[in-house]
C-alpha cells in the first residue's frame, strides 16, 4: 500500500456505512430528549402542587386576616346596628323585605370551635370564585344572621386557606357562633355532615329538604365540596339557631367554655 492509499484509509469511514453516524445515535437522542421533556413536566407539576397547596393557602390567610381586621377596624369606630327580633339590621325596602348585604363584602365573623381555638373566618356576601378566595360566602337570596329562614355558608375544603378541611368532623350539638359586631349568634348543629349532588339547591331551602326540620325556623346551613379534593358531592350540615346576645355582654360560653 503506498503512502497515498493509507492517507486516504486513515481520513476515510473505516469501512462503516452511514456517511459516519454511528447506530444508535439517533435513538440516543430521542431517549434524552424525551427525559428532558419529562423532567420539565415533572418540575411544572410539582411547582404546581406548591401553588395550590401552600401559596394559595398563604394568599387566602392573609386576605382572610385583613377582612377580619377590616371588619374590626370598620365596627370599632362607630355604632353598629343591633339585630332586630328577626336577626336584621338596617332599614326594611319598601316591600317590607330585610336589606340584602352588599355583594363581596364581609360582614360577619365565624367560630367553630371544633376547628380549633384559633379558628375564625370572615364571611362575605356571594359565592362567587374571587369572594371565596377571601373567606366564607354567604348564598345571596338566603336569610340574614339570625333572621327567620336558611342563613346559608360556603366555603372551600382545599385550596384558599382550607377553611373547611375538617367539616367531616363536626358533630351534632356543635357550636357554630357569629358575630356582626353588634350581637353574638349560636347555632348548634343537629345532624353529621350529609352528602348529596351539586344540583341539590333544595338544601340551602328556607326551610332545607331532607333536613328534618318541619317547619319555619332560624337555621344555618354551612356547605363545602366532596370528596377532599374533588367537587363530584357537597357536604352538608345544617344547625338551628340557639341563643343571642350582645356583643356588650362578652363572649358567649360556647366561645369561653
Not at 397547596?53 to 343591633?82: C, H, K, N, Y
Not at 332586630?84 to 367560630?111: C, H, I, L, W
Not at 376547628?115 to 338566603?142: C, I, M, N, Q
Not at 328556607?206 to 318541619?214: C, I, T
Amino acid at each position: 500500500m503506498t503512502a497515498r492509499s493509507r492517507a486516504v484509509v486513515r481520513s476515510g469511514t473505516g469501512g462503516r456505512p452511514g456517511g459516519g453516524r454511528r447506530p444508535g445515535t439517533a435513538a440516543r437522542l430521542v431517549v434524552r430528549t424525551f427525559s428532558e421533556v419529562c423532567v420539565t413536566v415533572g418540575t411544572l407539576i410539582v411547582l404546581f402542587v406548591v401553588y395550590v397547596l401552600f401559596w394559595t393557602g398563604v394568599r387566602a390567610d392573609s386576605a382572610m386576616d385583613s377582612e377580619i381586621g377590616a371588619l374590626q377596624d370598620r365596627w370599632s369606630t362607630g355604632p353598629v346596628a343591633s339585630a332586630s327580633p328577626d336577626g336584621a339590621t338596617g332599614q326594611p325596602d319598601k316591600a317590607g323585605r330585610s336589606p340584602r348585604y352588599e355583594n363581596g363584602k364581609s360582614f360577619a365573623v365565624m367560630y367553630i370551635p371544633r376547628f380549633g381555638a384559633d379558628w375564625s373566618k370572615p364571611v362575605l356576601e356571594g359565592t362567587g370564585t374571587d369572594v371565596l378566595k377571601k373567606g366564607l360566602g354567604h348564598y345571596d337570596r338566603t336569610a340574614r344572621l339570625g333572621a327567620t329562614g336558611n342563613f346559608a355558608v360556603a366555603g372551600h375544603r382545599r385550596t384558599y386557606g382550607d377553611p373547611f378541611k375538617d367539616f367531616p368532623e363536626l358533630r351534632p350539638g356543635d357550636a357554630v357562633v357569629l358575630t356582626d359586631g353588634a350581637t353574638w349568634f349560636t347555632y348548634r348543629i343537629d345532624r353529621r355532615p350529609w352528602t348529596t349532588l351539586p344540583t341539590d339547591i333544595g338544601v340551602i331551602d328556607p326551610v332545607p329538604r331532607k333536613s328534618g326540620y318541619n317547619g319555619p325556623g332560624r337555621y344555618l346551613t354551612l356547605t363545602t365540596c366532596e370528596p377532599e379534593w374533588g367537587h363530584s358531592h357537597r357536604l352538608i350540615v345544617w344547625a338551628h339557631l340557639d341563643s343571642t346576645q350582645p356583643v356588650e355582654r362578652g363572649r358567649p360560653s360556647a366561645l369561653t367554655g
